[in-house]
């Protein structure tokens, strides 16, 4: 019985090789034999294939990974070095991408995505427009046709809101005329600035929100383009508002981003719904559409998704610093955000996790404004560097970056430059702006 156990363990337990084993080991031609491993390995001697695994490399390779307990280092493309310098990638070219739609490699909404991507690795400037108001250009704001653009401008003895008309010059170029008075002159900061859809007021609106502070009130003003004037104003007492927007799933009432906390005003009957913020100011709110939700950025680094229906929140999405700004995609499955510290995701809103990172961008304390074009191809950031960057939205690759203005003499790093995207200045041609201080500068696509 000893002796058929023994040799059970010899068959069926430890099938290292043995001595006669190896020796036994036939020679095949262009292989060689591996004793700790018991392979054969294909010999090549042109190229420097490196060494087959052994037990050694295998050892170092689990101790380099760590040991099992032991944390695992996060590879998260949001979490990446930020002074770590990031390439600009050429999203390709005209006459490939044309091969492959003819091949049908190529869907036809990709195709024009890629155009666009293509157009604006080669951007240059165009136009300069005329001069802005003597400070620094916070917002920049163009309508839905495209042929209205308001910039604010703040400095030391205030602010205030200027109105350009957009029309096409000749063949290439477009020009944008600067009205003669100021639409708007306040005191305090003008800190977001949102067109009114046309189902709310057909002729051209826009609602602005003013900080406040300095013994005033914040509040969020309707303001009438076409005659310059006020249509109605909503005060939020003792507190400072910082953003503001349309409720597009009722049209009765706007969403302001206030101070600890955020409101749900409806013009009708004059009542608010408080939203739940955790007490942080609210730097950022959009409204969705399809459904009543409510999504905002708070000081304490948290996205939020309200309910109206439920009042309550549907779920949180933690950042590493202050949400500055959002903007939520057409589909309102996705939504791209930044942040204080220069992260800048793009989060599905259905997995509640990033899906996309936009790497390179330069913050460290400013909300600044992003801008998505109208076909959701293009990003633009404009960073504390000065320079604008352009991203391609659906792979997160850098296109382009765009120096800052040179006539520009007042441009600073307290002076962020502010960029609004068309693909239909003056009704054709497609570009954006950019304005940071005296001038207004258009590019071309």
Known sequence: MSKSRGS??????DKRPTSSSRRSTPVLPGFYFDPVTNRYYKEDKNASAPP?????????????????????????????????????????????????????????????RRVLQVSAYGS????????????????????????????SAKSGHGAALWKYTVSKCDKFYVHIKRDENVLFSPVSEITDISFLPQVVRPTSAALISLLGGAGQHGRVSLLDLEQGAFVSTYYVPKSNVWSCCWNAQDHHSLCIGASKEGYVQDIVTNTRQVLFTNKSDVLCIRSAESVPLVYTGSRNRMLICHDLRAKTSAFQIEHQSSVGDIKLMKSEQTLISSAFNGQVVQWDLRMQRHVVAYPGHVNDYAPVKLKVDESESLLLIPGKDLQTRIWAVDTGALINTLPPPAEDSLISHHNIPACEVGLSWGGFYPGFAIAATGLLHWYSL
């Open 124 to 151: 240059k400037k165009q136009v300069v427009g005329s001069t802005c108001h003597r400070g620094t250009v916070s917002h920049l704001l163009v309508n839905a046709t495209q042929d209205i653009l308001l910039a």
């Open 8 to 13: 059970r363990a010899r068959c069926h337990g």
């Open 52 to 112: 087959p695994p052994t037990s050694k490399t295998r050892k170092t390779s689990s101790d380099s990974t760590g040991s099992r307990g032991s944390k695992r280092k996060c590879i998260c493309p949001c979490r990446q070095d930020p002074t770590k310098p990031v390439l600009i990638q050429r999203p390709g070219s005209l006459p490939a991408l044309l091969h492959q739609r003819e091949k049908g490699q190529i869907k036809s909404h990709v195709f024009q």
